[in-house]
Structure formats: C-alpha cells, structure tokens
C-alpha cells in the first residue's frame, strides 16, 4: 500500500510517526506492505517552498492508495501573505473528500475526565458526518475598504451524495439520522433540509431522520449526547459542533477522522490541530493520529481485523493508564505509542 | 412608561404576563408607572393578519420607550409562505437593535443542576455580545432549481459599534474581552479581527482582548466556562455560542437577553424559544422572561435599584427551591411568578 504522508506544522510530524510505527508494526503481524512517502503541506510547506500545497504533494496524494495527515497550521504564519490552512482546504478539495467522518466514542475509563458528569456521557457513540468540499469555506470572498463579504453556496448534488454517505452509516448502526441546518435563517439551510427529507423519503426510508436547528443542537449535544447516532450536517456547522463534542472523551487528542470522496483515496487526520505550544516536547497523545490509521484500514483497504487490532490495542493501553498528559499520565508521545504498539504484539 | 409587549407564539404569552405582573409590583412599590400596550407578532400575526411583522407594531414599538418579546415560531408554521422568525429578525432590523447581550452567572444554588461538573462551571459570570443586525442572517440569498445560497456581510462600522460596546461592558466588568470568529477561513471573520484588534489599540488599551476561533471556542465553553468575561462574536457564531452555554446553569429557561441600538428602545426576551410542547400548559419558566424585564429597567430606564430588587428576589426564591418543572421544581408559571412578586414585597 502506498501512502502519503503529510506530517504538517507542529505536533504534526511527532504524531504521523507514531502512526507509522503502528502501521509497521501491523504490516508485520499480517503480512501487508506500508511504504510511506512523506510530502510537504501548510506552514512548513511556506516555510519551504513559499506555498501551502506544492503541485508536488497534490499530484502524490491523488496517485497515492490513503493519505495520513498530522496536523496544519500556528502563530508563526499568523501575518504570512499564504495560510497554511489553504493547503488543508485545498487538499480536501483536490481530492474531492465530501464527507467528513468524525466518530466519537466515549470510554468507560476516561469517561470520569470529561467535563460532563459520568452519567450524561458514559456510552456515548455517535459519529458527525461533516460535508466537507463546499459551503462558505469555499465560496466567493470580497474585501473592500470598508466591508467584506463570505458566500455559502450549496448545490443539491453535493448535499445528496453526503446524505447517502451518512444514511448508509446509520443502516450499519443503530438508525437514526440527525439532519443539522439553520433552516429558519439560511437558504442553503432550506434547501439542505429538503434534499435531505427527500433522499430519506426515496431511498432510507427504513432509517429515522430527524431535523435540528445548530443552535438547539449546541445546547442539545452537552445535555443528550447519548440521543445520537449519526449527526450530518454542512462543513462550518459541523466544523463547529464535532469541536464542541470533542471534549466529551477526556481529551480531544483522542479523537480520529477520516474524510472520504466517491472513489479514489481518502484522507485520515486526528481532529486535534498543531498544538504549537507542545509541538517538539514528545508530549502530544498519538491516539487521535493512530485510531486515523486504523479508520485507513478500515475505509481505505478494507483490512477490518487489523483495523480492530489496532482500536483493541488502544483501548486497553487507556483501560491500562499508560496516557499522555492530557489525560493525567505520565507518558510521552514515544512512549506511549510503544505501548499501543506492545498491544498489538 | 410606555412599554410594547410582543407576547407572540407558544409559551410567549405565559411569560410576558410574568413579567408584566413583576414589573406592576414593582411600579407599585417603587411609585412608577409602567403601561403595557400589546401587539402582535411572529406565528400570532400571521393567523390574525397574514404577516409576521405588521406595520402597526413595527410603529408601536419604534414609538415605545422599551419592547418586551415572548417568544415566535412552532411546527405549526413550518410549510407556511411567511415564517414567524422573520418577524423577529424584521423588528431587531427596524429597530436598529445592533448588540445583543445575554448574561450567564451559573447560581451555586443550582450548580448542580448542569450537565457540567460542579468544579467547572460553579462561579461561570460571563456575558456574551451577539451582533444582531448583520451577518449571514440579513445577507442576499438566492435560490435556484439546483443550488441554494447565502451571502454573510459585515461592514467596518457595523463591528466597530458592537465591539465598543462589548469593551465598555468590560470596563464595568472583569476587564476581558473574548473576541470570536472563524479568521483562518472567513473573509468576514479577518475583517472582524482587524477591526476589533485597531479599536482595542485605539480605544480601549487597557481592556485585555484575546481571539478564538468558533470552533476552539466551543469547546473551550465547556472545558473552562470560568475563564471568559465578555464574548464579543457575529451574529450566528453568537446564535450558536450562547445556546450552547444555556445549559450551563441549569435550564435554558433561566436567561434573559437584551437588544440594544445607538440610541432608542430596546428588546428584551428570554433566550428560550416558544417550547410549543408545553405551551398553555402553565409549565413555562418565567424567570428568563422576568430577568429580561430587570435588564430592561437596567439599560433602558436607569433603574438599577429596581433591577437589583428584581434580581435579588429571583435569586431568593431559586434558593428556596420555589421553582418550576424544568428545575425539577412542582410550580407553574403562576405560581413561580407570584413567588417572584412575594420575594419582592
Ligand atoms: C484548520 C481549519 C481550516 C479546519 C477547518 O475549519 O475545517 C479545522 O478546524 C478542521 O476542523 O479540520
Ligand atoms: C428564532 C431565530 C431566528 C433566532 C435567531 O437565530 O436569532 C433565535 O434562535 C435567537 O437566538 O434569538
């Protein structure tokens, strides 16, 4: 298997190799091949080469099997001419990944350091089906001396292939589907929710789908998150609440995604971002960037045992105590990924 | 005084009748006059008259010395060709209403009604300014066979006059000022952030502001909600933030809110909506509604000791437990108000 890999600003670079010893350390077990090939991207792609996506790394995540990411951006680019989070948006669009898959499971042992109490969170599991490819991240932008201006712009096609992806999720969990919009506010939102009714109607009928305003969805996801099993909604809403929610596990270092397009390659990156202020000090927490991989596994090469092997590994690593400090251990990032993959073995 | 009431749709009613019982007690005991004149809006305008704003009331309200607002929409008016939301969006236009303040003080008394751990949000005392005016939600939408979309504008004066207001509240407050949008991606969002950073530097030096992006922020909401004194934000950034954090104290049911202009009337209404399921029922809370009534005679009266004896009889009888189902209490909005009006005497 051929993979990209693009470590990124900040932790970034720490948390993609530990992806990559796991990954190695299961190539072993089952008999696969992992060649990884590292690519620039966001900062440290200005920083190299004057620009946040290079044709270069373009054209190999395109040709390439899977794309595993670390993380883009920080303060460092904060006045740059070019962001290093153009080359994420551009990646994302160049590769056509629509659907943004966030799954959130809350664990039995870590569940004591969410910010919620242990009742309101203990069993948690959902997964944000974020459309990931259009909205106001990529719609026109104007600037004037004395305003500026951001559309969001949506087409009915981009809204059905998303849907389906997150109802199709729902036949293979517990169901239910819950379509997010501000559909008393935005047009967009109006048309989301009618091309959402209608997939549901013609082609899931057999899945529930409910409707949430973002705003009651907030306030919602803190007081009930046991209430969801699939959440789909657009890319700043969903950008927003998947951040919100990440929090709930413990640590929102824990937490993978994995983004998808209709074929072709998908990309896989921990939700938490550059972490500038403990980027280079061996104290980021791999599990978000190794619980990626696995989803690779799973979604990209459809290798399910090892995929599983990996998701058990880690959760007895946690059941066990051997964490970073976000979680209040005491290991280092090294060290902590050694023991996922001493797991494994 | 000349005061409008707006009770609008579902649980709307219940509640403006708390707040004018609340407000007659205290003309009474302070020697004010208060005349309540009331007129239609939201769903309740469009059954009587066909449209979710009518001039009559649009006037009425300009001519007034303050507004007070129930709550609009419900399911009934879902396919409907005039929605009720947009009769409220109309009056915080028409009426200029530009700052939108909605207070948090989490009481210990009910502390442990939250879904967060007590540790974390015992002692939360922030205070969130929503731009109400501008933003995606009075932008150009358009609507095609295949595509849907939304424009978000902001216009430098348009910030520069929500954030003096915002730094000004700070100057009575904690001296902090949170300033929030999506920068790395928006167009509006780094206009915001120029514009916030230059009247911070010319203006206000001695406040101290810090920026967040609207994803880190909310989960920083729920991680840290102590750390924040003033949320300054655009108006849906502002819709979904302070839903959010509604919970935080217990029940939505709680807060109050105030619009306020440049210089005329202001608006003031809960933060809960119109909760069609329990509307007539007597169950409402009436305290969000009662709280905004206080801040009405706070902002638009100069009546702070009236204010203060409103809020302090709130506070007494939620310490007293005389509270309403949603606070797990055995009261309805009648006799929760009359317990308000008692505490006053
Ligand atoms: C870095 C930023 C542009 C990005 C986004 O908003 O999509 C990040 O927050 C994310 O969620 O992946
Ligand atoms: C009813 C709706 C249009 C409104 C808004 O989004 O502003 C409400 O959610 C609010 O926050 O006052």
Redesign the pocket.
């Known amino acids: 298997f051929n993979i990209v890999v693009l470590p990124g600003d900040g932790v970034g670079p720490e948390v993609a190799l530990a992806a990559q010893r796991v990954l190695t350390c299961i190539g072993d077990i089952y008999g696969h091949r992992f060649d990884f090939t590292e690519h620039l991207i966001g900062g440290a792609a200005i920083d190299a080469v004057g620009e946040s996506l290079p044709e270069e790394t373009k054209a190999a995540c395109i040709a390439s099997d899977a794309v595993l990411l670390g993380a883009v951006g920080g303060p460092k680019w904060d006045g740059a001419p070019v962001r290093p989070e153009q080359g994420l948006l551009a990646i994302r669009k160049a590769m056509g990944l629509y659907a943004n898959l966030r799954p959130l499971q809350v664990s039995p042992v870590l569940a004591h350091r969410s910010p919620l109490k242990k009742e309101i969170v203990e069993g948690v599991d959902l997964i944000v089906f974020r459309e990931l490819t259009s909205g106001v991240y990529f719609g026109e932008r104007t600037r004037t001396e004395t305003s500026a201006s951001d559309l969001c712009v949506y087409t009915v096609e981009e809204i059905e292939r998303v849907a389906r992806a997150a109802f199709q999720a729902a036949e293979q969990r517990r169901g239910k589907v819950t379509s997010v919009d501000?559909a008393?506010?935005m047009e967009t939102s109006r048309l989301w929710r009618e091309v959402v009714t209608r997939i549901h109607a013609e082609e899931y009928p057999q899945i529930t789908l409910e409707h949430a305003?973002v705003?009651s969805m907030a306030m919602h996801l803190i007081r009930k998150p046991r209430d969801y099993d699939v959440i789909l909604t657009e890319n700043m809403f969903g950008d927003i609440l998947s951040d919100e929610i990440s929090v709930l596990g413990g640590s929102i270092g824990l937490l993978p995604s994995a983004s998808l397009g209709a074929n072709g390659p998908g990309l896989f990156e921990p939700i938490h971002g550059s972490a500038p202020d403990i980027a280079g000090q061996d104290l980021a927490n791999p599990v978000g960037m190794v619980l990626s991989a696995a989803m690779m596994l799973r979604h990209s090469f459809q290798l399910e045992d090892e995929a599983d092997s990996i998701e058990a590994a880690v959760a007895a690593v946690l059941a066990s105590g051997a964490v970073t400090a976000d979680l209040g251990g005491a290991l280092g990032t090294v060290s902590a990924t050694r023991a996922i993959v001493d797991a494994i073995r």
Chains 1, 2 share one sequence.
């Open positions: 501000k008393n506010v305003l705003d």
